[in-house]
């Protein structure tokens, strides 16, 4: 299988505790970004990268969260000190940036994502 | 700030009963416009991308049109498995601003 894929599927953990959620992208894509999902919600940006450069932070990325993507391949997403409103689907997605004609294409394949549920 | 609305909410149809999800936009300088399909507890699967007006893209029961302010997936004979939500989103440049999401039910 060479699509998104994202460990662990699910998690459970207790308020107070740090989470930490990997993500292996397609692995000729460039560019790897992770969202939030809440029921009945789409997919809310939280943060992206080229290679292994994180190029933007969405201001729903608090201080406790933190991103990283070591030598432009894998990237994990670490919760600390969580909460009962960061349950959630975190989702994972990846594109190959590329250019022809003028235009620029940047389709995101997405991950099964990861369901998070602080109790 | 970019917004995108889809409608409706909710849709159910009956197998065989077309119909058109709507999909508005307020961006300047598009760059593209997405189309995903969601199934429940699962990540969002791409369908489609449209970069101007006019364009159109198909995919079995599915196509897609784009105009300078919305786009429309007009859904022909659907069936059962067609049942899911579908997710429209657009690029602000790089990260996508989703909309809300049709889940639709098409009853047998």
């Known amino acids: 299988d060479t699509g998104v894929s994202q460990d662990p599927r699910h998690k459970i953990t207790k308020r107070g505790q740090n989470v930490t959620f990997r993500c292996d992208p397609i692995?000729?894509?460039?560019?790897l970004y992770w969202y939030r999902q809440t029921l009945g919600q789409g997919p809310e940006f939280l943060t992206y990268?080229?290679?292994?450069?994180?190029?933007?932070k969405s201001r729903l990325l608090s201080d406790r969260f933190s991103a990283e993507r070591p030598k432009g391949s894998f990237s994990t997403l670490e919760i600390q000190r969580t909460e009962q409103g960061d349950s959630a689907m975190y989702l994972c997605?990846?594109?190959?940036?590329?250019?022809?004609?003028?235009?620029?294409?940047?389709?995101?394949?997405f991950g099964p994502g990861t369901r998070l549920t602080v109790l | 700030e970019d917004q995108v609305t889809q409608s409706p909410e909710a849709l159910r149809l009956q197998e065989g009963e077309s119909s058109s999800l709507n999909c508005s936009y307020t961006v300047s300088g598009l760059r593209g416009l997405f189309w995903y399909r969601q199934d429940p507890g699962k990540g969002p699967e791409f369908l489609f991308t449209l970069y101007s007006a006019g364009e159109e893209k198909e995919k079995e029961r599915l196509k897609a049109t784009l105009t300078k302010k919305e786009s429309f997936l007009h859904i022909t004979a659907p069936k059962p498995e067609d049942s899911a939500t579908y997710l429209c989103?657009?690029?602000?440049?790089?990260?996508?601003?989703f909309g809300k999401g049709t889940s639709l039910l098409v009853t047998p």
């Open positions: 997605a990846s594109s190959l940036s590329q250019t022809s004609g003028g235009l620029s294409y940047n389709e995101q394949f």
């Open positions: 692995s000729e894509h460039n560019r």
């Open positions: 989103a657009v690029p602000f440049p790089y990260a996508l601003n």
């Open positions: 990268f080229q290679n292994e450069a994180q190029l933007e």
